[in-house]
């Protein structure tokens, strides 16, 4: 007999790990939630808190009711990569962020209760942060990262880590150490990447607040696909240290840390009370700004609209959510008008070209021979393998037969690339920054709206098909350093949004580029009747306070109409 590789090994350990916490849990988790648990769920986070902080909710009360709700989330989704619930229950002492006496601002403990679930690439100390990797297994954190400790210090409550994919660039979280998961709202599709784990956990009402990462909408993505929130700031917003990125030591689009939420009103309050927490005190890269409370409620507003980024055009059942939006908007009074921006496919280039400069090595380190990994991410790993001569052949060759520059861009570009060339693409980089911003000024937009992905929640084993290159309406605004938030507007509906009969023999269709072709394959109307649709918002950078209250004109504006988002319920 063969024994079973280290890889095996670690994985099931992991597996085992996990089911031995959730099994020595008490009986009750496994029950359903009563009706005193449901008005815990039911509470916004500042209600919670103070409620807390008073003594009428006990810390046990909520863990009862939330852990329910992640117990059963983990059942239905796989979402869970660490159950900390029994650790949570019993208090700890918390210290300041230079170990100095806490300030009476932190003694009032402004997240006193709250609920926060933690990706697993963020440390929590004496937790492994896996990242998705089995080589990482048995290798437990020596510290909390930054917002971590800055959660404790404000009193939430750490109660679970959850799923990610192999090295968290994915279409869908799976991986051999944790298993898939799944979307909450249909089985058979992804719950999105790489912050899918939470995204599932969030709609199951499993937690108020994910503490996700952001890359190329590692957070919105998930929003977009499991019917939830979020969004993510300008880096240095928000406090980062800590948190493994999926390139170490990339700066030239960073990843950062983003908070995820079920509820609007929650993401912004819990967004101004990590703020008034001060993390710049916790996190050296963070920017010392305070929170700077804004009211845009009765102000008449312009928003420019992207209807297509030049890749791949929106799915008839996003569109319809990005219609409905500026339908909702325009009844309001704001203005809304149509924006061509400066070229997406380019800009996209350059920063897939400076994430891949050094050859997919940073990325590629810890997998294990035998270890799986998201099909985008084995179709990148054979591009980059390619020699250099044999891709400019074929990029020749896709130009001459498909006319789709897009895609022969790509083929001749994504290579290891020398210092020299990767300061070039930082002066590109920057070059598309600036041709934004005056484009922005040109216009006096207050925000743009956009889908957040061409389609909705992909079905499961499809990613390959739809590709990476597919989330450039949301990395596009990683690499402008960009605010950026996702709320859910609708569902999908089997005969409003089918493509037209014999779609695939159309002219749009033959006039289509291999990557929109690829994703329009997995289109599927009837299949995935009922999925959540999203919409973005995006403001300029460090505008996270504005974006928020945008998040809320559009959601309001949504809700005079008479087409307010209303979860499902698990």
């Known amino acids: 007999m063969f024994s079973q590789s280290q890889h095996r090994r670690d994985c099931a350990a992991k597996q085992e790990e996990r089911q031995k916490k959730l099994d020595g849990l008490p009986s009750s988790f496994f029950e359903i939630c009563t009706e005193t648990d449901n008005k815990v769920l039911d509470l916004p986070l500042s209600e919670l808190v103070e409620r807390h902080t008073a003594g009428s909710l006990s810390t046990a009360s909520i863990l009862n009711a939330y852990g329910k709700k992640a117990v059963s989330a983990q059942k239905a989704t796989n979402c869970l990569a660490g159950v900390m619930i029994q650790e949570a229950l019993v208090p700890t002492v918390t210290a300041s962020p230079t170990g100095s006496d806490c300030t009476d601002k932190r003694l009032a403990k402004p997240l ?6 933690i990706k697993d690439c963020i440390d929590i100390e004496g937790y492994d942060t896996t990242i998705g990797y089995s080589s990482n297994v048995n290798h437990p954190a020596s510290s909390s990262s930054a917002i971590v400790r800055l959660l404790h210090d404000a009193g939430a409550i750490t109660h679970v880590k959850t799923t990610v994919p192999p090295g968290l660039f ?6 051999d150490l944790f298993g898939r998961t799944s979307n909450p709202y249909n089985e058979k599709h992804s719950s999105g990447a790489s912050t899918g784990g939470g995204g599932a956990l969030l709609a199951y009402r499993g937690s108020v607040i994910e503490i996700g990462t952001d890359l190329g909408g590692s957070t919105r993505l998930p929003a977009h696909f499991c019917g939830v929130y979020a969004m993510r700031s300008s880096i240095g917003r928000f406090p980062c240290q800590g948190t493994f990125p999926p390139i170490p030591g990339l700066e030239s689009v960073a990843t950062i840390c983003a908070p995820m939420s079920r509820r609007l009103e929650d993401l912004e309050e819990f967004w101004k009370r990590v703020v008034q927490m001060r993390p710049w005190e916790y996190d050296h890269t963070c920017v010392p700004l305070p929170w700077r409370p804004i009211n845009l409620q009765e102000t008449k507003l312009k928003f420019g609209v992207i209807w297509e980024d030049g890749i791949v055009s929106p799915s008839p059942a996003c569109r319809r959510a990005l219609e409905w939006t500026c339908e909702a908007l325009e009844k309001q009074g704001h203005e809304v008008v149509d924006f061509s921006p400066p070229s997406i496919p380019e800009c996209l280039n350059v920063g897939l070209q400076l994430c891949f400069g050094d050859g997919g090595a940073g990325f590629f380190a810890p997998l294990r021979k035998d270890e799986k990994l998201d099909p985008v991410m084995v179709a990148v790993k054979s591009l980059l393998g390619m020699p ?9 060759i896709t130009r001459k037969l498909t006319g789709d520059e897009v895609w022969a861009s790509m083929l001749e570009t994504l290579h ?13 980089r920057d070059e598309h920054k600036a041709k934004w911003h005056q484009a922005w000024e040109n216009e006096g937009f207050d925000f743009l709206l956009t889908v957040p992905h061409a389609l909705p929640a992909i079905p499961t084993g499809t990613a390959e098909k739809v590709t990476l290159v597919s989330a450039s309406y ?13 709320l859910p507007v609708s569902f999908v509906d089997r005969e409003t949004d089918a493509l037209p009969k014999d779609f695939m023999k159309s002219t749009d269709y033959k006039n289509m580029g291999l990557i929109s072709k690829g994703a329009y394959s997995v289109y599927d109307a009837d299949e995935m009747h009922g999925l959540p649709l999203g919409v973005q918002v995006v403001g300029r950078r460090f505008e996270e306070e504005k974006v928020l209250q945008g998040m809320k004109i559009v959601e309001a504006a949504l809700e005079g109409c008479g087409r307010k988002f209303i979860p499902r319920e698990f």
């Open 170 to 175: 994915a279409m869908e979280t799976s991986s």
């Open 388 to 396: 250099l001569l044999l891709k400019k052949f074929l990029a020749m």
């Open 112 to 117: 006193s209760g709250v609920p926060v679930s």
């Open 416 to 428: 290891l690339k020398s210092p020299a060339e990767e300061r070039a693409l930082v002066v590109s």
């Open 474 to 486: 949301m990395m596009i605004f990683n690499i402008l350093d960009y605010v950026a938030g996702v």
